[in-house]
């Protein structure tokens, strides 16, 4: 487990770069953390680190899931909107997993998908406007 305090926006964009670079490119990475804890934010580091431009990456609110091209794919996916496990069904993951990194916000809704189970999860946490708690367990 790594634990870090990060005391802005680019510190945690830092931190999840470096995670990136040290990924093979197929990994499943969960995200968890409440409203504005940065899950997102995270998100755009781990493109940063594939050599994804992180200004394309925003909030699948409405797609669910957004698909970037650099060192490896980055897939985003955003459960937000998920209200039933069972719905995870017709994401259809398993037809790409293996194909680049996962990258789940609101890792907790996946906890049940097999696929979930040998993620890295990223535990952000806010502590003050500034400051987020952030564990990564492998
Ligand atoms: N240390 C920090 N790390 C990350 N974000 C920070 C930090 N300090 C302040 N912020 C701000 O917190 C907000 C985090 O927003 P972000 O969209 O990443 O959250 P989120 O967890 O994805 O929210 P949502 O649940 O809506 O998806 C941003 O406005 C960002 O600038
Ligand atoms: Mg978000």
Known sequence: MNEFLSI?????????????????GDEVILIYGSLASGKTVFVKGLARGLGIDENLVSSPTFT???IYAG?????????????????MDF????DFLGMGV???EWGEKAEKAPWAKNAIRVYLEQISEKERKIKVMF
């Open 64 to 66: 669910i899931m957004n």
């Open 71 to 87: 060192k490896s794919l980055l897939f985003h996916l955003d459960l937000y909107r998920l209200e039933d496990p069972g719905e």
């Open 8 to 24: 802005s926006e680019e510190e945690t964009k830092r931190i999840a770069s470096q995670l990136a670079e040290q990924l093979n």
């Open 102 to 104: 996962l990258a789940v």
């Open 91 to 94: 994401l259809g993951i398993e």
